[in-house]
């Protein structure tokens, strides 16, 4: 009885912090589907000179695709829902990889002046609220790479829809 007691406890805990992230963020931790993971690598370069940076890195799978694919470069995923950001910090203890790591963290307070690319999948509201940020710190050359949501006013380099049932758009963009 105490033990159901504590499981519901911990399951109604896990519900209320996942529904409250969602509410002060405006994004749930939806991760992006294999086949639109997909679809984003293959609009991305050979090689990224630089730190990758996640923007709302959810549960941590995109990050660590990113992180096999492009092993020479640090890749930092920034998530603020506490469960999704624990499970990725715990999977990353127990099998690396190395070039990887997760902050528990705003990336609206966070500096992005030196990320090579941003990685995001980030609904309408807090896409728009990123932005201006966006504009103001990242260096020209930066690469953008946004699944499903455009950057109002930015025109992509590249554009595809992926094969999944909701033919997902994704966007690239490279800041001039
Ligand atoms: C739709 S999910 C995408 C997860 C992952 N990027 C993927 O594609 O699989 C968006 C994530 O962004 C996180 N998020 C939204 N705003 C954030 C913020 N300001 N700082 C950190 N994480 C944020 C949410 O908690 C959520 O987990």
């Not at 950057?151 to 999944?164: H, M, S, V």
């Given at each position: 009885m105490?033990v159901d ?8 805990a896990?519900?209320?912090s996942i529904f ?6 405006g994004?749930s ?7 639109v993971?997909?679809t984003m690598l293959?609009?991305l370069?050979q090689r ?6 996640e923007l709302?890195?959810?549960?941590g799978?995109?990050a660590?695709?990113?992180?096999g ?8 995923g ?8 624990a499970?990725?910090?715990?999977r990353?203890k ?6 990887l790591?997760?902050?528990?963290q705003?990336f609206?307070?966070?500096?992005l002046?030196g ?5 995001c999948y980030l609904p ?5 609220k990123?932005r201006?940020?966006?504009e103001?710190e990242?260096r020209?050359?930066t ?5 499903t ?5 930015w025109?992509?380099?590249?554009t595809r829809?992926a ?5 997902s ?7 001039e």
């Amino acid at each position: 009885m105490t033990v159901d007691i504590a499981i519901w406890a911990m399951v109604l805990a896990i519900i209320v912090s996942i529904f409250a992230s969602t509410m002060f963020t405006g994004a749930s931790p939806v991760p992006t589907s294999a086949s639109v993971r997909d679809t984003m690598l293959a609009m991305l370069p050979q090689r990224i000179d630089g730190p990758i940076y996640e923007l709302g890195s959810g549960w941590g799978g995109l990050a660590r695709v990113l992180a096999g694919r492009y092993p020479d470069s640090p890749v930092r995923g920034f998530e603020i829902s506490l469960l999704p950001w624990a499970v990725s910090a715990v999977r990353l203890k127990l099998g690396g990889p190395d070039n990887l790591c997760f902050r528990y963290q705003d990336f609206n307070k966070a500096d992005l002046s030196g990320a090579a690319l941003v990685v995001c999948y980030l609904p309408g509201p807090p896409m728009e609220k990123l932005r201006p940020k966006l504009e103001a710190e990242l260096r020209p050359g930066t690469l953008v790479l946004s699944n499903t949501f455009a950057l109002r006013g930015w025109q992509a380099i590249d554009t595809r829809t992926a094969p999944d049932m909701y033919r997902s758009q994704v966007y690239l963009y490279r800041v001039e």
